[in-house]
């Protein structure tokens, strides 16, 4: 009986102990408020974008008040959406942390101004394999921004990285290319593609078939303008590098032009082969003669199956019977070319000596350069200023 006693006394100590330390519990974690980003706490995460664009339909402010101390955290990252969006309407996708509680949604746009604010508990947000993500019911205007999410456990905070995307300017699809190179019999089996820009694009599908399989394309690819315009040459153009023809045989090639709003249609075709032989040879126009710049532009004749050209000038000194190199570079056949036409610079020549000539060899897969080669032009003779026009002393080649 005694024994039975003091067994009940025990039980009635435990449980008013037990209680006393779940009131002080509860009395310590209600005066421990939620850290955010600068003065917030949990219960106003949301309070900067009440006054935001778009946001009359913000989610109501979430009350964090009364949350516990979670564990340490680590940030979330973000997944989706980046890059070109068709639509303001967006779901966000984050990898998120297991010890986070509440979660932060933060979009800003190219001013770095708050347009969209909004805070979940975390048991409250969906979530799948691939993460968390959530569908706000505000509606972004076309432009760019940045997103990011804080991770909060009412006892720490984290922001993740932001993540950059656009949302659709473009109100209709972009027009048909216009395709410059290869055409015809060309000298590389790694040709460059060549093509002009087409306005409110921002991507090209570049295309590329046997001609009598046009369904077995074997390039086909996605690009972006960024990676192929030139600002220099107000083209286009990309060279695959995987890509190697077979030759003699025919092949087609095509662009279609690609927007947020969508895909344009395809490009007329053109049609090449490549042909495993050495050029043809150029013929030097001008300069020629008398000129008045030390800056000229060079200009020659197109030369069959040429993917590119070296190009060579020297002084002659007929005093002494010798010539000397002043310049020379190369010249890609495809940026060079117009037309039956070819031209380009060296920049400055030297004052030293205004007798000057030049000459250019055309060069392909087949037929590299080679400064004894002969495919080289004839030589082209001009002067920059009035020197006495050189004789029959000596006349190059």
Known sequence: MIKRESLQKKLAIAAM?????????????????????????????????????????????????????????????????????????????????????????????????VVLKQCYEASDVSSDADGYFVTPSATLDPGDYTWSILCSNCGDDIQSDSMEFTVCTSSTFPGKATLVSPKDAIGSMNPTFVWMPVTGCTQYRLKVAPANHQNEPIFDKDLDVEDVFSDTDKVCSYTPPELVLDSGIYYRWWIKAINCKGEGPWSYYRSFRYLDRPPGRSTPISPQGLISTNTPVFTWTAASLATEYHLQVINYNYDEDEDEFVAEGDFRADVVTKGLRCSGSLGILPDDDSVYYWRVQANNDAYPYDPEGTTWSSWRYFETNCPSKPGSVKKKP
Do not use: H
């Open 17 to 113: 102990a037990g209680m006393l330390m779940l009131l002080l519990a509860v009395s310590c974690v209600a005066q421990t408020p939620l850290k955010m980003s600068g003065s917030e706490n949990c219960t106003n995460c949301s309070a900067n974008a009440s006054s935001s664009p778009g946001l009359e339909n913000a989610a109501p402010e979430t009350d964090l008040s009364n949350a516990s101390v979670g564990l340490d955290l680590e940030a979330s990252e973000p997944v989706s959406p980046s890059g070109i969006v068709r639509t303001g309407k967006l779901t966000y996708r984050w990898v998120g942390e297991s010890s986070c509680m509440f979660y932060c949604l933060e979009v800003r746009d190219d001013q770095d101004d």
